[in-house]
């Protein structure tokens, strides 16, 4: 399951783990306009683990959810759509 919410400076999207078996808490993606950041709390040390993607590496990584093992460079056409 997931939820999707539009804010003042971000939308952000929760990932729910609802598996019967090693359920791990909640993933938080917050996209803001220059980068997105992605959130977990970690019970074992009580704290939120959080990194940040710039734009550039989001697209690589939707890019790389389709492509087979191997090394790609991605790169932009015209419309801002990318070909790997």
Known sequence: ????????????VTLVDEGSVSLTE??????????????QFDPRTDTVSKITLSIHQVQELAAALDLPEGVYKLQLDGDGDGTA
């Open 1 to 12: 399951m997931f939820s999707i919410e539009h804010e003042f400076d971000a939308t952000v």
């Open 26 to 39: 909640d993933v938080t993606i917050n996209m803001f306009e220059d980068c997105v950041t992605v959130e």
